[in-house]
């Protein structure tokens, strides 16, 4: 930002400037150029007390599958790296929990995700639940699709920004289905928030 009062260095109000003119100078030049320079500091210049302006870096965060909990299928879990449905043309259901703080804004989500078929797909969605509601309470919020014959590839949605209730939590819940045929499959790494403190 360009400030509409320059402060250059070494330029002084001159000392042959009348008395009765120093309260000019101080309404047109200082306290305008203080207060546009103020306003990148604090929220609102004119309150009391002043309020400092909070800045906050999104943040990412990624979880692996085996921190989740299969509700649905029969894994195959020969190893911590990825999980699977164990049977040919099986599903999997996997809910794995997103540990935010109360007020996080969620930006956008992503798994880490194989989907070797090309007949099906591999979803992730976003869901947001009021603890008081139960299981049954869920909002899904957004959802990121496998890119179909693709290995290990991250898979997103972008353009969410949805604040985390007093009394909320959420989740990603992960579907897997393997083909008919036994020749691909779609597998689950890990999968991931990116959020800003509220």
């Known amino acids: 930002m360009t400030y509409s009062k320059t402060w250059p260095l ?3 109000i001159p000392g042959s400037r009348d008395a009765d003119e120093i309260d000019d100078a101080l309404n047109t030049d200082i306290l305008p150029g203080l207060a546009e320079r103020l306003a990148d500091v604090v929220e609102d210049v004119t309150a009391d ?14 979880i692996p599958w085996w921190l989740g909990r299969i509700y649905t299928g029969v894994a195959n879990t ?3 790296n990825s999980v699977y449905p164990s049977t040919v043309g099986g599903d999997l259901s996997i809910a794995v929990p997103l540990p935010l703080p109360v007020g996080s804004v969620i930006k ?10 090309t007949t099906s797909t591999a979803l992730a969605d976003l869901r947001v639940e009021d603890a008081s509601g139960g299981m049954s309470a869920f909002t899904t919020i957004a959802t990121a699709t496998a890119v179909l014959g693709s290995g290990p590839a991250v898979a997103e949605s972008l353009g969410i ?3 985390l209730g007093d009394t909320s939590f959420a989740w990603m819940d992960v579907r897997l289905h393997t083909d ?3 020749s691909g499959i779609a597998a689950l790494y890990s999968v991931g928030v990116e959020y800003r403190d509220g």
Do not use: C, D, Q
């Open 180 to 182: 008919l045929t036994g």
């Open 108 to 117: 956008k989500v992503f798994a880490l995700m194989e989907n070797s078929m």
């Open 78 to 80: 020969s190893s911590l």
């Open 10 to 12: 070494g330029v002084y």
């Open 161 to 163: 920004n949805y604040t």
């Open 49 to 62: 007390p002043w309020v400092p302006k909070v800045w906050s870096r999104n943040k990412i965060l990624w």
